[in-house]
C-alpha cells in the first residue's frame, strides 16, 4: 500500500527542485522526529511529472522508513480540487542526526565531560547506533568503555558508568519486604555501577542477593537466590 503524504507545492511545469522539496516535506509529515534530518535528491522524474502543472503531492511506500533510493508515486491537483497520477519519481533519500563526537582521544576507563565532546551532524548511516545525547553525559560521571577516536560519534554502547562496587567489597543491604525493613552485610559477587543489578552473598544469613546498587558500598534488596 501506498500512504499518501501531502504537500502542496504550485509547478508549472514541474522540476527537480520543486519535487525534491515537496519530497522532504512530506517525509517530516509522516516521520515528524526525525524528518529534520531528511536530505532528497532526484535521480530520475516520469514524462507525467515533469509536464505536470500545478500541485502535487508525493507519495512514499508505507512500509517502514525510506532510506537509499526509493520509487514514489507523484499525484497532481486537477482545476476541479481533485488529486489524479502525474507518473512517478525515483529518488535518494539520506537521513541525518546530531551526534556527540569526542573532541580528542579518549582513553579506556577514561572520565567523559561536555568539554571532550561537540555536537555534529552527520549521516544516519554513520552512527552505528543510537546517538549519545549531551544530556546524558550532564547528567552523571561516564567513562569510556573503549579507545574512543576523535570525531568518531558516540552511542550508548561508548560509555558507562564507573563502578561504585568492585568484586569483594562489602555492600549494604536494604531489605524491605512487607512489614519488615532492616540492612544486611554482604559481599559482592561482581562490579557494579548505580542502578546495576549484582548478587551479594550474606554469610550471616548464608543467602545470595540479588541486589540493585544506589551508590558505593549500598543497594536494595530485589530478589533472593
Aim: proline share 8%; with cysteine.
Amino acid at each position: 500500500m501506498i500512504l499518501a503524504l501531502l504537500l502542496l507545492i504550485a509547478l508549472a511545469p514541474a522540476d527537480e527542485h520543486a519535487v525534491a522539496l515537496a519530497a522532504e516535506a512530506a517525509l517530516v509529515d509522516a516521520w515528524p522526529d526525525a524528518a529534520s534530518g531528511a536530505t532528497v535528491e532526484v535521480v530520475q522524474l516520469s514524462p507525467g511529472v515533469r509536464e505536470a502543472e500545478g500541485e502535487l503531492r508525493v507519495r512514499f511506500p508505507r512500509e517502514a522508513r525510506p532510506e537509499g533510493r526509493v520509487g514514489t508515486d507523484v499525484d497532481v491537483r486537477r482545476p476541479d480540487g481533485a488529486w489524479e497520477r502525474a507518473g512517478w519519481a525515483y529518488l535518494s533519500v539520506r537521513w541525518s542526526a546530531v551526534a556527540l563526537v569526542p573532541v580528542r582521544d579518549i582513553a579506556r576507563g577514561e572520565t567523559i565531560t561536555a568539554a571532550d565532546v561537540r555536537r555534529e551532524r552527520l549521516p544516519r548511516a554513520e552512527i552505528p547506533g543510537r546517538p549519545l545525547a549531551l544530556d546524558v553525559i550532564e547528567a552523571g560521571e561516564w567513562t569510556a568503555r573503549r579507545p574512543l577516536r576523535a570525531g568518531a560519534p558516540l552511542t550508548s554502547r561508548d560509555v558507562e558508568r564507573p563502578p561504585v562496587v568492585s568484586l569483594g567489597e562489602s555492600v549494604r543491604v536494604l531489605y524491605v519486604r512487607g512489614g519488615l525493613r532492616f540492612w544486611l552485610d554482604g559481599e559482592a559477587r561482581g562490579p557494579g555501577a548505580p542502578g546495576d543489578l549484582i548478587d551479594v552473598y550474606c554469610s550471616t544469613t548464608r543467602a545470595t542477593y540479588r541486589v540493585r546498587l544506589l551508590g558505593p558500598g549500598e543497594g536494595e534488596w530485589v530478589s533472593t537466590h
